[in-house]
C-alpha cells in the first residue's frame, strides 16, 4: 500500500502562484510514476500532469501546458505541481496519485484524499 497525502492547496487570486506537495509512504516512492488530476464541481476528474519514475519525462494537460511544472524529489518522497498564472477556471480539488504501471493519465493505483485550490477573479 502507498498512502498519499497533498498539501499547499488555498485561496489566491487570478494571475497568482501555489505550489501543491504530495508526500507518500508505505512503498519505494522511486517505484512509481506519478501523476496529478483535479475535478471541478459538477465536472468529471480530469488528468493535469505526470512524471516519470526518474523526473526526467513529463507530460501536461494543454489546459496547464505553460503555466504548471510537476517535479519530484525520491529522496523526499514527494511530488510537487507548481502553479503559476492561476485563473478561475483552475479552481478543483486537486488530487495526487501513484502507479507502478501508470501512462500519463491511465493506470494508477493509489490516490491522495484530494487539496482544495480556489482561484478567485
Known amino acids: 500500500q502507498v498512502q498519499l497525502v497533498e498539501s499547499g492547496g488555498g485561496l489566491v487570486q487570478a494571475g497568482g502562484s501555489l505550489k501543491l506537495s504530495c508526500t507518500a509512504s508505505g512503498r519505494t516512492f522511486s517505484n512509481y510514476v506519478m501523476g496529478w488530476f483535479r475535478q471541478a464541481p459538477g465536472k468529471e476528474r480530469e488528468f493535469v500532469a505526470y512524471?516519470?519514475?526518474?523526473?526526467?519525462?513529463?507530460y501536461y494537460a494543454d489546459s496547464v501546458k505553460g503555466r504548471f511544472t510537476i517535479s519530484r524529489d525520491n529522496a523526499k518522497n514527494t511530488v510537487y505541481l507548481q502553479m503559476n498564472s492561476l485563473k478561475p477556471e483552475d479552481t478543483a480539488v486537486y488530487y495526487c496519485?501513484?502507479?507502478?504501471?501508470?501512462?500519463?493519465?491511465?493506470?494508477?493505483?493509489?490516490w491522495g484524499q484530494g487539496i482544495q485550490v480556489t482561484v478567485s477573479a
Open positions: 512524471i516519470a519514475r526518474s523526473g526526467v519525462g513529463t
Open positions: 496519485a501513484a502507479g507502478v504501471r501508470a501512462t500519463m493519465g491511465n493506470g494508477y493505483d493509489y
